[in-house]
């Protein structure tokens, strides 16, 4: 479970350490854990976002600190005022963290698309609008491209496997149907449980259509609500054991 960035960066706009903090993140990153208003939140994977201008940095940093915590005032915030000493060192740096590592320039890449599309999106009200605010495609954009990728691909190098002609597999055994939506980044997102269903249906059908089993039934929203509400001990070991099961079947997963 990720950190919240709602009312919670926006302490850092008002003192020049905390401004040069809210630049120097995207630039390097973030990996290891991170305590928040006192909740220690662990396993945390954020990638640099140095390949994107420092225009679009700015346009990011200022949208998460209007939107979801209320800042006012931005003045300061602009590609020129973006601290220079600060612009000049951390894309020579390590990611901000106590943890030491190496971001590989495909999920750069990856994660530039995801942020490219995001910004497409900020209208001069900068906020979501439009006939696909809320579609299970945006809704995919905005909580899951960020570890899965904008394809589903995911990064399997870095523990998160790849959802493209696998995710219908797991319709075929046991527990399979109800890990999709108990898995923690499914069970605890901050999504209704209908957008959960649709969302889940829209995972399905657009990254693996050929491996869901004929005749099944779409998740309701009812059946997410009961599965949400019953959320995993152990995912991680539920998993291998849905890929042994397919294993016995013939059917190989990473």
């Not at 990011?60 to 601290?83: C, H, I, K, M, Q």
């Not at 698309?113 to 945006?138: E, I, N, Q």
């Not at 889940?200 to 009961?226: D, G, H, I, M, Q």
Request: aromatic share 6%; with cysteine.
């Amino acid at each position: 479970m990720a950190p919240p960035l709602a009312s919670n960066v926006g302490r850092h706009a008002g003192s020049p350490e905390g401004r040069n903090y809210l630049a120097r993140v995207p630039l390097t990153g973030m990996v290891g854990s991170i305590t928040v208003d006192g909740v220690r939140y662990l396993g945390n994977n954020m990638p640099s976002f140095a390949a994107l201008s420092d225009a679009d940095i700015a346009s990011v940093v200022g949208y998460v600190l209007r939107e979801f915590n209320g800042v006012a005032d931005l003045t300061w915030l602009t590609r020129a005022s973006l601290p220079a000493c600060v612009k000049a060192a951390v894309r020579r740096t390590k990611p901000t963290s106590n943890a030491a590592a190496c971001r590989r320039r495909q999920e750069v890449r990856a994660m530039q698309k995801v942020l490219t599309l995001a910004l497409l999106g900020m209208t001069a009200s900068l906020a979501w609008a439009g006939p696909d605010a809320g579609s299970p495609r945006m809704n995919y954009m905005l909580h899951c491209s960020g570890c899965h990728g904008p394809d589903g691909s995911g990064s399997p190098s870095s523990g998160v496997p790849s959802m493209r002609g696998t995710l219908g597999h797991f319709l075929k055994v046991k527990d399979g149907r109800e890990f999709l939506i108990q898995v923690p980044g499914t069970s605890q997102s901050s999504l209704s449980h209908r957008d959960t269903a649709e969302l889940a249906n829209w995972l399905l059908k657009t990254f693996s259509p050929l491996e869901v089993p004929a005749n099944t039934l779409p998740y309701s929203t009812e059946e997410v609500a009961r599965l949400r509400n019953d959320p995993l001990a152990d995912a991680p070991g539920r998993r291998a054991e849905i890929v042994q099961h397919l294993k016995e079947q013939g059917i190989a997963i990473d």
